[in-house]
């Protein structure tokens, strides 16, 4: 269901009875950190020397290539860094292997291939209606008792089901349109639909957003019907009477025309439609979204105070007004937040295009296992090169000369040291063609992260190495840029 928060693959603030989020991760994630992998991500600083590829510095060894035998050890290795989870490629979720990212919460099932969640927070709101809802039935059901919480546990799982409901109405539509879905979390406001990539064109991403509002009719409508077949004044009458409200709230809330609502994707797709600029839409919908929050944090508190919400002024406490004034807050918190989240994703994915492949790759030389590391580094620097490849007898790469590793290796002992002692293997998700650009190379990178790729050529030559650290330099400078 896709109620607050959407664009942004993170991204912060996704809530409120339901929301539906795109782009690279679940909160918002910086993207160039999610590029770093886990160990070896220091680059060495250059030398004074012009065109030298080793650097002085030292950085820590990576785990899985093998040490020079008698290199003085360096400082003790910093402790990994912690990824965030990224972006799935997989159209029906997680790929196989991947844990939750942080906050994912307790794993319910796999509907559609999409994983499930539950956050801890729902607990929280869970036992909150509970009390809650108990205490109106209290005064409608006065006999049922102690009973009458258990009724409204019923009620808060019930309510949750169809906000699960709303959500794989987007996800359905998603996977329909090829979008993959990373997964569906059921948190403290509702829950949120995770869509990793942008849809093609404005007609389906207003399909998308609208099937979730239209299932929580649907779903109010059915609940009409089963109240009429039932007694109002028992318990199946009150649930049904109860869940025909809620879906019809969350269907409205969702409605309402500004990011990162259902109803914000909406007018997003409208004026997308109309200008032919989804940049545009976006920024209509997310200033609107702005404008909804400061009438949310003003006008909630104000239209029960007022007793227009149709209860009486007289039965408002102080405790009432505060915990008014404390609901509009934290609604209008999340919309203020995914509505910039938006814009943001809307400015990378602006850049994204400007990240190619073929411009970031330094030039490398080929050389085979048993050449010294300082013959190696003298060939490098005749020819400009700043990245070393290993070759076999026939020409044909095996692997990538670490960079750390050559700045771990002190320069007297660098003519006793041959190449393949400080090489990483490569794997297939290692080789990047050079004709990739934008998401395509994010995506590749987020998929097999390592700190070096060997880029090849859509002949299969040998075109350079690609550096890490030189990408997540380019994306920045890209987002430092103003926007168009």
């Known amino acids: 269901m896709k109620s607050l928060a959407r664009e942004g693959e993170s991204e912060v603030g996704r809530a409120a009875l339901g929301a539906t989020s795109t782009g690279p991760s679940p909160e918002l994630v910086v993207m160039h950190k999610t590029l770093r992998p886990t160990t070896d991500s220091t680059r060495i600083p250059s030398?004074?020397?012009?065109?030298?590829?080793?650097?002085?510095?030292?950085?820590?060894?990576?785990?899985?290539?093998?040490?020079?035998?008698?290199t003085p050890?360096?400082?003790?290795?910093?402790?990994?860094?912690?990824?965030?989870?990224?972006?799935?490629?997989?159209?029906?979720?997680?790929?196989?292997?991947?844990?939750?990212?942080?906050?994912g919460g307790l794993l319910m099932g796999r509907p559609f291939g999409v994983p499930v969640y539950v956050s801890p927070s729902w607990f929280l709101v869970a036992a909150l209606i509970t009390w809650v809802f108990g205490d109106q039935l209290d005064r409608i059901l006065p006999d049922l008792g102690p009973v009458r919480y258990l009724v409204s546990l019923f009620f808060a799982v019930a309510f949750y089901a169809s906000v699960l409901v709303h959500e794989l109405a987007h996800t359905v539509a998603a996977l329909r349109f090829k979008l993959p879905v990373r997964r569906i979390q059921l948190q403290f406001f509702g829950g949120v639909s995770e869509i990793e990539k942008e849809s093609e064109t404005p007609g389906r991403e207003f399909v998308l957003a609208f099937v979730g509002p239209l299932l929580s009719l649907l779903l109010a409508a059915a609940f009409y019907l089963g109240m009429k077949a039932v007694d109002p004044a028992t318990v199946p009458g009150v649930l049904l009477a109860g869940l025909m409200i809620s879906n019809l709230l969350v269907a409205a809330f969702n409605l309402l025309p500004g990011l990162p609502l259902d109803g914000g994707r909406m007018l997003r797709a409208v004026v997308w439609g109309i200008t032919g600029?989804?940049?545009?839409?976006?920024?209509?919908?997310?200033?609107?979204?702005?404008?909804?929050?400061?009438?949310?944090?003003?006008?909630?508190?104000?239209?029960?105070?007022?007793?227009?919400?149709?209860?009486?002024?007289?039965?408002?406490?102080?405790?009432?007004?505060?915990?008014?004034?404390?609901?509009?807050?934290?609604?209008?918190?999340?919309?203020?937040?995914?509505?910039?989240?938006?814009?943001?994703?809307?400015?990378?994915?602006e850049h994204l295009p400007e990240l190619k492949a073929r411009t970031l790759t330094r030039r490398a030389i080929p050389v085979e296992n048993a050449t010294p590391l300082s013959e190696a580094l003298r060939r490098a620097n005749e020819a400009g090169a700043r990245a070393l490849v290993v070759?076999?007898?026939?020409?044909?790469?095996?692997?990538?000369?670490?960079?750390?590793?050559?700045?771990?290796?002190?320069?007297?002992?660098?003519?006793?040291?041959?190449?393949?002692?400080?090489?990483?293997?490569?794997?297939?998700?290692?080789?990047?063609?050079?004709?990739?650009?934008?998401?395509?190379?994010?995506?590749?990178?987020?998929?097999?992260?390592?700190?070096?790729?060997?880029?090849?050529?859509?002949?299969?030559?040998?075109?350079?190495?690609?550096?890490?650290?030189?990408?997540?330099?380019?994306?920045?400078?890209?987002?430092?840029?103003?926007?168009?």
């Not at 915990?323 to 994703?345: E, K, V």
């Open 73 to 103: 050890p360096g400082p003790p290795p910093r402790p990994p860094e912690r990824r965030t989870d990224v972006a799935d490629t997989e159209e029906t979720g997680e790929r196989a292997g991947r844990r939750p990212g942080p906050g």
């Open 391 to 484: 070759v076999d007898g026939q020409g044909n790469p095996t692997a990538i000369v670490r960079e750390s590793a050559i700045a771990s290796v002190p320069e007297h002992r660098r003519p006793w040291i041959a190449v393949s002692t400080l090489s990483q293997d490569l794997t297939d998700g290692m080789k990047v063609s050079a004709d990739l650009t934008g998401e395509a190379l994010l995506d590749h990178l987020r998929t097999a992260p390592a700190t070096e790729y060997l880029v090849l050529e859509p002949g299969g030559e040998i075109y350079g190495v690609l550096s890490t650290l030189d990408v997540e330099k380019a994306f920045v400078k890209a987002m430092a840029r103003p926007q168009s």
């Open 277 to 349: 600029k989804p940049m545009t839409g976006t920024v209509v919908a997310a200033w609107i979204g702005r404008a909804l929050a400061v009438a949310v944090l003003l006008g909630l508190p104000l239209l029960t105070h007022t007793g227009i919400a149709g209860e009486r002024t007289a039965d408002i406490g102080g405790m009432d007004t505060v915990m008014d004034a404390l609901l509009a807050a934290i609604l209008a918190a999340i919309i203020w937040t995914g509505a910039g989240n938006s814009l943001r994703m809307a400015r990378l994915r």
């Open 47 to 70: 030398t004074q020397r012009p065109r030298t590829l080793h650097d002085r510095g030292t950085t820590t060894r990576h785990p899985t290539t093998r040490a020079a035998r008698n």
